[in-house]
């Protein structure tokens, strides 16, 4: 079946710092793939995301290319900010009906960032 | 105001007890979800909901049930609580077509001693 590994956290970091969170997949056909973010004591939230290989998301900083060959999708943050802390979700998605999908998520990876 | 709402937040209690969470959107979506946060294992399906009719089990369902009342509501029973249902609950809806982007509640946290 699908599957997400992600880099196990927790990532700490200073302000400005670079930051990078892998993520690989496995999955049978051509999933689309997205990141999530949860700030403390709240949903998830869409990140970004992107739905065909090389396709590259983006939002608010944060980037991500669609590796086939690879079968990656890495978050990159050139210069984090505190309010950057949260868990961050690597996910994909497939059809299982006609109709619909469903979302595979990695473990999570919790970030700090300290001033 | 809140597309997904989740009620309640938190909630405390005991073992074989029967627990209902509830979950209301007002985005207008078809498809609705229900998954369980785990420290280390991300989140898990439950149960999906296509449509009223339509409701098929995730990849985790022993244990729990789900009615979909109205396009609008989408909950999740405990029949019988047991401490290892203790984690944090999420609803999350999608809209029918090509897009996969799902949009979530912000959480029950359950637990049950």
């Known amino acids: 079946g699908d599957s997400v590994t992600q880099m196990e956290g927790p990532v700490t970091l200073s302000e400005e710092a670079f930051l990078t969170i892998n993520c690989t997949y496995t999955a049978t056909g051509y999933p689309s793939l997205f990141w999530y973010v949860q700030y403390p004591g709240e949903g998830l939230q869409l990140l970004l995301k992107a739905t065909k290989a090389d396709d590259k998301g983006s939002n608010k900083g944060f980037e991500a290319t669609y590796r086939k060959e690879t079968t990656s999708f890495h978050l990159e943050k050139g210069s984090v900010q505190v309010s950057d802390s949260a868990v961050y979700f690597c996910a994909l998605s497939e059809l299982i009906k006609a109709a619909g999908n469903k979302l595979t998520f990695g473990g999570g990876t919790r970030v700090l960032v300290k001033p | ?113």
């Open chain 2, 1 to 113: 105001d809140a597309d997904v709402t989740q009620t309640p937040r938190n909630r405390i209690t005991k073992t074989g007890k029967r627990i209902m969470l509830e979950c209301s959107q007002t985005k207008g979506h078809d498809r609705m979800y229900w998954y369980r946060q785990d420290p280390g294992l991300g989140l898990r399906l439950i149960y999906y909901s296509f449509d009223v009719k339509d409701i098929n089990k995730g990849e985790i369902s022993d244990g729990y049930s789900v009615s979909r009342q109205a396009q609008a509501k989408f909950s999740l029973s405990l029949e019988s609580a047991i401490p290892n249902q203790t984690a944090l609950y999420f609803c999350a809806t999608r809209p029918g077509g090509g897009t996969s982007e799902q949009f979530f509640g912000p959480g029950t946290r359950l637990t049950v001693l």
